[in-house]
């Protein structure tokens, strides 16, 4: 029996297929994608490139071209004529479609879908719709849009129900954010009004809808029970999110549950080990010895703040670069964290991909500074209130009585796993503060693709914002890889 089709719709860069694709069994593809969906360009592009390197994997080796894309020694134009990787891509292309899922382009996206099934009965849909209508800070934003019970993204979860109904896959798996199982619309329940449509879809068949963390019959389970806490099996973050799992009733299948971690992958088991590089000076003059005297004013000033100033500033580090060659480090890692290791590292690369810090002012520098000494100190990220009032941005907003935003600048703790790594980071830094208070900066791409599970060979394309986002909407591929194996033994008896 060859691979197990998948198609994955809502894709993004490509995080849940990542998971998938990387299952193997005797050396052998246990899955196999065979479409995927994405509407925005950069992703889009992130997800052939990925496909490439997926199909290449599979049929021996990926060549050095690869890799030399990945360090920036080559560019796109040189890389898709590669004799190796030129074919590749052409095939990923086939496979890989950028089309915006709706009632509009149903026709289109049922015939891509059926060409690329070839009647296969037994195959995986996976995938989320996107979750800004669901999301607690999507629809805080728009409490008084009248327009927003409108948005079509609260239906676009039809489009998986008519793809369940047409095709009638034999598993499909469906994420979305927390808030789906708060979120309301026209006063009814949008959680209820989902599990109720995805058990009911119509046509030929039926589907149980399990969670992935409690074995329960589904007609016991209570809504928080879908509810996957990634940082309780290997993902390096603290990000909850809403996983269903759904079964043809007609194969009497029942699922096993994902296994939980002994023990928590922390921020310093994902970072601690890439170069320190130095954060840009925004609208000011940018230079090693006028970053330098920021830091160390910004050192002087921590008593002021009640913190002992750091004994040592080393030396700045680089700014960073679309690639910084690095030597191979020995980690040691025990437990969850030496298996998370094995999953991100690539030594053929030699270094890291996208590691270079965005420009921040001097007066969030300062803060920087600050907020990532005072957890060091604390173990915990300051709260606006633990700012001095030089400290306190200017802003109403910041420096009302009720400090609405009180936790506005968040360090991600060396010894805990990260907070959600959400599409926001493409905005500021402010809530991805790094640890190293002497690297006074916000996360790298590559830091946050880490903290996302990403393996350090994946390659995002698109500008620096383009690639953030991309980083931030996925679904994090290790977490991914684990419902994979439980997916596996469900499709291959």
Known sequence: MGPIPIVDIFAGPGGLGEGFGALKRNGTNVFESVAAIEMESSAHSTLTLRHAFRDLEQRGQVPDAY????????????????????????????????????????????????????????????????????????????ANDEAFEEDKKHFLYREYLHIISTFLPSVFVMENVKGLLSSTHGGQPMFKRILDDLRNVGGEAEY???????????????????????????????????????????????????????????????????????????????????????????????????????????????????????????????DAAAEYRRWIEDTRLGGFASHVSRGH??????????????????????????????????????????????????????????????????????????????QMRSLSIREAARLQSFPDNYVFLGNRTQQYTQVGNAVPPFLAHQIAKIVSDLVTK
């Open 67 to 142: 890799y030399r894309f990945a360090r920036g020694e080559i560019g796109y134009q040189v890389l898709s004529k590669d004799s190796t990787i030129g074919p590749a891509l052409a095939r990923a292309a086939g496979r890989v479609h950028r089309l915006e899922l709706g009632e509009e382009t149903r026709q289109e996206s049922d015939a891509l879908i059926k060409k690329a099934l070839r009647g296969q009965p037994n195959w995986v849909l996976v995938g989320g719709p996107p979750c800004q209508a669901y999301s607690l800070v999507g629809r805080s934003r728009r």
């Open 208 to 334: 149980e809808i399990y969670s992935l963390t409690k074995s329960v019959s589904p007609e016991a389970l209570q809504p928080r029970d879908f509810i996957i806490r990634a940082e309780d099996y290997g993902v390096p973050q603290q990000r909850h999110r809403v996983i269903l799992l759904g079964i043809r009733k007609d194969l009497g299948l029942t699922p096993k549950t994902l296994e939980r971690s002994k023990t928590q992958v922390t921020v310093r088991d994902a970072i601690h080990d890439m170069p320190s590089i130095r954060s840009r000076i925004s609208k000011g003059i940018d230079s090693t010895a006028n970053w330098a005297a920021l830091r160390a004013d910004a050192n002087d000033a921590l008593a002021e703040e009640g913190i002992s100033p750091l004994s040592y500033l080393p030396e700045p580090g680089p700014l960073g670069d679309a690639f910084l060659h690095a030597a191979p480090r020995t980690i040691r890692a025990e």
């Open 361 to 438: 002012m001097a007066s969030d520098l300062r803060r920087y500074f600050f907020a990532a000494a005072y957890a060091l100190k604390h173990g915990r990220s300051p709260v606006l209130s633990d700012f001095s009032e030089g400290l306190t941005p200017n802003h109403l907003s910041a420096r009302s009585e009720r400090k609405s935003f009180a936790d506005r600048f968040k360090v991600q703790v060396w010894d805990k796993p990260s907070s959600t790594v959400v599409s926001h980071i493409a905005k500021d830094g402010h809530y991805y503060i790094h640890p190293d208070p002497c």
